[in-house]
């Protein structure tokens, strides 16, 4: 039985919707407006996950894609390739004078003052664990909030929330992406009962998926109604209201760094969503006056033909689009590389499996 609060729109109709908020390609766009996203993250330990993220993002179709890390790995994550923008503008326990005394704020501010010029951020790919480190991306999280920036926060960057939930709760334009051992981690912290991944599977796919989706969605209302994208076999988005399964296949290899190249897409989307919002272009829609509040109401709007999308159903499409996308990405580099398949071999496929499951919007100008 289908669960209450799952919509039942087929993938077909989820991807045209999803296709409404890309942007065309059209030639009086100027630099930029196809997105300008920052990844927060990279530190002395990891590197490779914020230059997946952001490559992700760039390769996706955003127009600037930064990484903001930590001064040691900055020059790592630029060797990696010269199209991102790499500021070694993260502070930590090595590179302040005394760690046990800082000032957090005036510690962001070179971060902060970077917002105005960005459409969306990734905050947590390889941002490591340095107490100074995560007390500045806690004020980034507070000034992006105050702005309306939209962000995706991950890895390191849910640690940051499970210790201060209220951070993010009732923030409508974030996503959070938990792998199974993050999501426990935020479930127990708001004190939601998870069945351990034993006492689900034993009860058969049909239950498992009704467990999950159960978990997500009453973990994003104890959030307020924070959108988030459960990771798994399937992944399960919910926003508390409305919940949907994205089952697209994927590949058999599970090496680390698959979940940037889902940060780093959830990135551009949230930027091209931005520009849905603010009528960059002519999406062709009818404006109307009520926002969708239910999931009868989103489901509507995912229906209608020319019914300009609120903001609640068009960030559940990212969220949908990013997770089809990755996991398309996933199946295509595994079907190509086998065992020895690689987070890199994912970026390659980013553009491939967008063509394949979106596809250029109407009006999008290809050739010259
Ligand atoms: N190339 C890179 O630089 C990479 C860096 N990464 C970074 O590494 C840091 C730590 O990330 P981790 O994901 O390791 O987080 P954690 O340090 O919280 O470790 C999670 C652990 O759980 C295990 N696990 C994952 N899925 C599981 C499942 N379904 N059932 C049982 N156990 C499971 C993993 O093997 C891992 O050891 C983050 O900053 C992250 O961004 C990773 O994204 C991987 C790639
Ligand atoms: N068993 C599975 N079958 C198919 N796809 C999966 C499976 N597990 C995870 N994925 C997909 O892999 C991607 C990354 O999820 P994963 O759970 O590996 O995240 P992660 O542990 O945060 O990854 P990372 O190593 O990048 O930190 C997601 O798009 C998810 O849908
Ligand atoms: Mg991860």
Redesign the pocket.
């Known amino acids: 039985m289908e669960p209450v609060h799952h919509i039942s729109t087929s993938s077909k109709i989820l991807f045209s919707k999803a296709r409404k908020i890309v942007p065309p390609m059209l030639e009086k766009f100027h630099k930029g407006q196809l997105g300008r996203v920052a990844v927060i993250?990279g530190c002395a330990d990891?590197?490779?996950?914020p230059y997946?993220s952001a490559i992700a993002s760039a390769k996706l179709g955003c127009d600037m894609s930064h990484v903001l890390c930590e001064r040691s790995a900055a020059p790592v994550v630029k060797s990696y390739s010269p199209n991102l923008m790499v500021h070694p503008l993260l502070p930590s326990t090595e590179t302040v004078k005394d760690p046990k005394s800082i000032d957090a704020p005036s510690l962001a501010e070179p971060i902060i003052g970077m917002l105005s010029r960005l459409h969306a951020l990734v905050i947590?790919?390889?941002?490591?664990r340095d107490g100074v480190t995560l007390k500045v991306v806690a004020e980034v999280i507070k000034a992006a909030r105050s702005r309306s920036i939209p962000f995706v926060l991950?890895?390191?960057g849910l640690l940051i929330v499970t210790e201060d939930p209220g951070l993010v709760k009732g923030y409508k334009d974030c996503i959070l992406t938990p792998?199974?051992?993050?999501f426990g981690r935020l479930a127990k912290a708001l004190g939601i009962n998870v069945s351990s991944?034993a006492d689900i599977t034993k009860d058969g796919d049909n239950d498992k998926c009704n467990e999950e989706s159960d978990a997500c969605e009453q973990l994003s209302k104890a959030l307020g109604g924070v959108t988030i994208i459960q990771k798994?076999p399937h992944d399960v988005i919910s926003n508390g209201v409305t919940s949907v399964v994205s089952d697209i296949q994927g590949g058999l290899k599970r090496s680390?760094?698959q979940?940037?190249t889902l940060t780093g897409s959830l990135g551009t989307l949230l930027a091209w969503r931005a520009a849905y919002h603010d009528k960059l272009w002519d999406s062709g829609e009818k404006d109307h006056d009520k926002d969708a509040q239910t999931k009868d109401d989103v489901q509507d709007e995912l229906e209608s033909k020319d019914k300009r999308m609120s903001p609640g159903t068009t960030l559940l499409l990212a969220a949908w689009a990013g997770s089809a996308i990755t996991r398309e990405c996933s199946r295509k580099a595994f079907e190509l590389k086998g065992r020895s398949m690689q987070?890199s071999d994912l970026t390659d496929e980013v553009h491939g499996s967008f063509l394949r499951l979106i596809g250029e919007p109407e009006g999008s100008k290809t050739h010259l």
């Open positions: 993250g990891y590197t490779g996950a997946f947590g790919p390889g941002l490591g991950d890895a390191d792998n199974v051992v993050e991944q798994g680390g760094g979940g940037d987070a």
